[in-house]
C-alpha cells in the first residue's frame, strides 16, 4: 500500500493482535491536543503547556479529570488525547520501531496502568498490541461498532508466520 511518505511501513495482518516489544516507560507517551482550521491551537499534558515553546511549562486550564477533559472535547471547548506507543515487533524486531498514534479515550484512560505495567517489566517489555471490537446502540438507535488500541504488557501471544506482512 502507498502511504505517501517514504519511510512509512504500515504493518498488515488478519490477526486483531500481534506480539510486540515496548522499550520501557519512555515507549508511552499522551499529549492533549485541539486542532481546527489546519492549525493546532492547544497541546499539553493534561496541566501544563507543551507547545508553544513560549508557553511549554505554564497551566493550560484543562480539567483535572479524564472524564472532564472528554466532556469538553466533545462540547468543543477542549483537546483530544493523541496517545503515542512507540513499539517493535516480536517476531521480527529487527525491522525496527513502529508507532502507534491514537485518539482514544479509553486508551488515554489505561495509560497509567500501562506505565506501572512497563515499569514493573524487564526492558524491552513484551506485550501484545490488540485491536478490540467495541459495539452499542445509540439513544437515537445507530448502532456504531469501532475497534480500539489495547496493550497489554507481559502477555505475549505467537502468530502464524504467514500472519503479518509489511506494506511499503
Same mark, same amino acid.
Given at each position: 500500500?502507498?502511504?505517501?511518505?517514504?519511510?512509512? !511501513?504500515?504493518?498488515?495482518?488478519?490477526?486483531?493482535?500481534?506480539?510486540?516489544?515496548?522499550?520501557?516507560?519512555?515507549?508511552?507517551?499522551?499529549?492533549?491536543?485541539?486542532?481546527?482550521?489546519?492549525?493546532?491551537?492547544?497541546?499539553?499534558?493534561?496541566?501544563?503547556?507543551?507547545?508553544?515553546?513560549?508557553?511549554?511549562?505554564?497551566?493550560?486550564?484543562?480539567?483535572?479529570?479524564?472524564?472532564?477533559?472528554?466532556?469538553?472535547?466533545?462540547?468543543?471547548?477542549? @483537546?483530544?488525547?493523541?496517545?503515542?506507543?512507540?513499539?517493535?515487533?516480536?517476531?521480527?524486531?529487527?525491522?525496527?520501531?513502529?508507532?502507534?498514534?491514537?485518539?482514544?479515550?479509553?486508551?488515554?484512560?489505561?495509560?497509567?496502568?500501562?506505565?506501572?505495567?512497563?515499569?514493573?517489566?524487564? !526492558?524491552?517489555?513484551?506485550?501484545?498490541?490488540?485491536?478490540?471490537?467495541?459495539?452499542?446502540?445509540?439513544?437515537?438507535?445507530?448502532?456504531?461498532?469501532?475497534?480500539?488500541?489495547?496493550?497489554?504488557?507481559?502477555? @505475549?501471544?505467537?502468530?502464524?508466520?504467514?500472519?503479518?506482512?509489511?506494506?511499503?
Amino acid at each position: 500500500m502507498d502511504t505517501g511518505d517514504e519511510y512509512v !511501513v504500515e504493518v498488515l495482518t488478519r490477526r486483531d493482535h500481534i506480539p510486540v516489544l515496548l522499550g520501557g516507560r519512555g515507549a508511552v507517551s499522551l499529549r492533549m491536543v485541539m486542532r481546527g482550521a489546519g492549525e493546532t491551537f492547544h497541546v499539553c499534558d493534561g496541566t501544563r503547556f507543551l507547545e508553544p515553546a513560549g508557553a511549554r511549562g505554564s497551566l493550560c486550564g484543562c480539567p483535572a479529570s479524564l472524564a472532564d477533559r472528554k466532556a469538553a472535547a466533545q462540547a468543543g471547548r477542549g @483537546p483530544m488525547p493523541e496517545v503515542r506507543i512507540g513499539f517493535r515487533l516480536g517476531d521480527v524486531p529487527e525491522l525496527g520501531v513502529f508507532s502507534l498514534v491514537s485518539t482514544s479515550w479509553e486508551l488515554a484512560a489505561e495509560l497509567p496502568a500501562l506505565t506501572a505495567g512497563l515499569d514493573a517489566a524487564a !526492558v524491552p517489555a513484551r506485550g501484545v498490541l490488540r485491536y478490540e471490537l467495541m459495539q452499542f446502540t445509540t439513544l437515537s438507535g445507530i448502532a456504531v461498532s469501532y475497534r480500539r488500541p489495547v496493550i497489554e504488557v507481559g502477555r @505475549p501471544k505467537v502468530l502464524e508466520q504467514d500472519a503479518v506482512r509489511l506494506a511499503a
